[in-house]
């Protein structure tokens, strides 16, 4: 069977958005190290342009767009990172980005895609109802749909940032991505793997949002129960694509609760001097916690993203 | 007249540390631009080794001393960065740092310093009981005393850091940092002119603890009216040494309230990522301020330090 994305495909995104996007630092912490007992390679995507590797599918998906479908636009249904990264990623090719975000979004979420040029329409808060308005500006306008991890682009631009990191440490034991949606899992998957066969891949999520790991459990997709977590970018189910490539590809999912999160988090600040969302520490957490079996192992670890209301930072 | 240290012995120093410190990365954001009406290059000195450039000038002198001086140890009296600077850079070359704080240093900052091996002795938080304490232990064991800022090796080596800004970023209309004791100024005054005798370079200063900009204006040491500000780090005289190089490398000194360092600290997190301490953020605010005039011009910023306890991150 020809799995689609593969790695040439990721070698592809990669070439089709380099003009774009930041090559993000790999940065260390020897006191981290020394508490998690491992050698850490940080993949610091939050230091992408719009803080999060989300911008990395988008443009790969806006990129690859012809010029006649790329006129009529790209739309979208997000009200997190993907929604400010298609924004971006329309601007810079010149075309319309239409982002449908619930009545519910903060505000300073909304200000960050306005400022980038996206073309809001507020809908409910239901799955239901970003669809539904989703789907009656595709038809009004034609613009593509960019889903935030259902597509192929996406996901092949979200394993660039694996690509990245093994090109600067190529001798990693193990590499670690939160899941959420599983698009950033899965292309990280999919390179490390093919990379670099005998390295474990592991994803990391939330205690309290934990589908992803019932899912590879069960070995069938499984629906979260009413997910919560600090970790908001970590609250969506898998799809069908998404969970066939962890299926494929990952070896463990690991679970850290939203107390390590924020610990973790508060300590990559204090430590590493970059702020990084409770999303992204999640991976972080699983290296503190011993959810994971890594000691004296050398480990990079994507760091997802940075974008945190200030107010989440002061010590609890 | 010779004047020491000169260009020759910051590039000497620079050679000497290289093994030690972090080649710190020099950042941009398009946001901050805009706001500022400049281009602007960050020397991220807040991702140096224990989060500050001061790691650089401590190593210079400790490196810089003899096997004989070394193993007498060193000393000095620091509540802040240098005294954490000292003790690492001791601990590196394997020698003992003997570091003099007053009372009221923050528990924090003592487990810094204890973090790094260093020996602590407490005193009376007076600048007399400081030097007191500091010069008995130099008299019980010979141990050399690295001055925070009164001291040609450390002066050296904190130059080091316009160094690397210069060779990364060569066309820079002016460069900017952070003043207190004035070794970091003094260091880059020296290093910018020579290396680019039309750059401006300008000293940034809280409006609340301004002598150096009082010592300036009236071309003679003034000490400060007892200065106050959330710039910990910049509440420091100039010595008779700083202010002398200061005279003669820098063309102004530029002044920013405590509300305006707070806001640029606040807004380098949102929108760079990464974490600044409200002494290394007074750079941007006179920027943002305009108490300059380098409208479209191209700015070096060197972002002094990142340790801030993270209750001041919290949104006023």
Tied chains: 1, 2.
Excluded at 76 to 93: I, P, Q
Aim: glycine fraction near 10%.
């Amino acid at each position: 069977m020809n799995v689609v994305p593969d790695l040439p495909a990721i070698r592809a995104a990669h070439e089709r958005i380099r003009p774009f996007v930041h090559r993000t630092p790999v940065m260390t912490c020897g006191t981290i190290d020394a508490l998690a007992g491992a050698t850490i390679f940080f993949k610091c995507e939050n230091l992408q342009k719009v803080g999060a590797f989300k911008y990395r599918g988008a443009t790969n998906a806006v990129q690859s767009l012809s010029d006649a479908d790329a006129a009529r636009g790209v739309v979208t249904h997000s009200s997190g990172n993907h929604a400010a990264a298609l924004a971006l990623a329309a601007k810079v090719r010149g075309i319309a980005a239409h982002i449908v975000m619930p009545t519910t979004t903060p505000q300073i979420k909304q200000d960050a895609v306005a400022g980038y040029g996206g073309q809001i329409t507020l809908c409910q808060p239901t799955l239901a109802a970003r669809e539904t308005t989703a789907a009656a500006i595709q038809q009004r306008t034609g613009a593509t749909m960019i889903h935030p991890f259902d597509n192929d682009a996406v996901i092949a631009g979200q394993g660039t940032a694996a690509v990245e990191l093994l090109e600067d440490v190529p001798e990693l034991d193990a590499i670690l991505a939160p899941v959420g949606g599983g698009g950033l899992l899965s292309g990280t998957g999919i390179a490390a793997k093919a990379l670099r066969s005998n390295i474990k891949v592991i994803g990391c999520e939330p205690a309290l949002a934990d589908d992803a790991a019932e899912s590879l459990r069960t070995g069938k997709l499984v629906l979260a129960r009413p997910p919560k977590s600090v970790g908001d970018g970590l609250l969506t189910n898998l799809s069908e694509r998404t969970f066939g490539h962890i299926h494929m590809h990952v070896d463990q999912i690991a679970l850290a609760t939203d107390e390590e999160m924020l610990a973790a988090m508060r300590l990559v600040l204090e430590r590493m001097k970059i702020l990084i969302e409770p999303s992204a520490a999640v991976a972080l957490a699983v290296l503190l916690n011993g959810a994971t079996n890594l000691r004296g192992k050398r480990v990079g670890v994507i760091i997802s993203g940075g974008n945190v209301e200030l107010a989440r930072l002061a010590p609890s």
